[in-house]
């Protein structure tokens, strides 16, 4: 899967993790259930936030007395619009995508880290196919706009959606569909009328064309099925870029249990917000699932090494970082680790939240 991004890929992702406040200039109803907010970027911090279509950036908000931090993708793209926005889609019983939508209007100021994100199109000519469920159009539009605009690569999309009423983009996807009737075809998918895609819907876009660059982002169930499919039909898995928008355990890592369980004598120290804690390491625990046993909360947003909102300092000891798509060479090289990503290697740990 093309999920680490290379050495070259990581320096020009961005430096900058602390966050901006930025102004809603706009709030866009795109669904009953889906909003988009056009985030005014000051001429200051143009530079830092430049990005690539299907990157993302993290929102820190304050519900509650609580600080929440959430990825949104960019549904722009750096190459057509001249406006940085976001989109959000309502999840049921969601703390932040509901507030998002619910609460804040033009005008209004939010958090906001620079861009990052490694689902994006590689320099190639190949076709481009992509398949979207729901809010995983947000990433897939931006990339679309940018595959027309900057290349001559043909663009297939299957987009997945509950109903009619549910489809983001729709109509921007039909204009771009008659603007490039050669070079872009959209196939919508209902649920309501078709059930949910399963292999037959999927096998044909896997058949388009042997070196496509494939791309998947949607809710878990409908991203298994393409990547299952896509891997059955012997699609060559680094062609294959997944956007997971629910964490994912970081590979040859387990979950954490609550209770005690067996340890591997390596003793972990993690301070956080003035808080020092030493613990004995569960195998396969990432330095965040340890914080969060010791009852730290510390920071996370994407929980698979692309926001390097986990970011801490290593003082002590070594770690294996599983996934590395935010931090660069430099940043590694002075002890930042991504907190989501990193299992120890050496007898001791130590690690230090700095504050933000
Ligand atoms: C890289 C990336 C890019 C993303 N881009 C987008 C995007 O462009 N657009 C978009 O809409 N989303 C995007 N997301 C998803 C987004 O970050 C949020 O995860 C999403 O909006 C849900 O956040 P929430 O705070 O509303 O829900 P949460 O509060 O995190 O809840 C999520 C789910 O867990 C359930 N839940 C919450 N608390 C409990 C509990 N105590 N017990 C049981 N269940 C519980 C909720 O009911 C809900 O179903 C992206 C994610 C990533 C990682």
Redesign the pocket.
Known sequence: MATAGSAAQVQALGRDHAFHPLRIARVVDETAD?RSFVLEVPAELEAAFAYRAGQ?VTHRVSIDGQH?L????M?SSPDVDDEFQ??????????????MIDELHAGDVIDTTCPA?V?CLDAEDTDVVAFAGG?GI??VFSIVKTALATTSRRVHLLYANRDRDSIIFGTELDRLADQHPDRLDVVHHLDVEQGFIDGDTVRPFAGIANDAEFFICGPPPFMDIVEGTLIDRRVDEARIHI?????AAPASTTQPSDEAGPTDKTRVTIELGGKVDTVDHHPGTTILQTARQMGMSAPS????G??ATCMARLVEGHVEMFVNNALTEDEVAEGWVLTCQSVPTTPTVHVVYEEG
């Open positions: 889906a993302f929440l959430r990825c949104y993708s549904s976001v989109t959000v889609k309502r999840v049921p019983g969601g703390a932040v995508s509901n507030w994100g689902f809010s947000t990433p956007e997971r928008f629910t964490p947003s994407c929980e698979s692309s926001c």
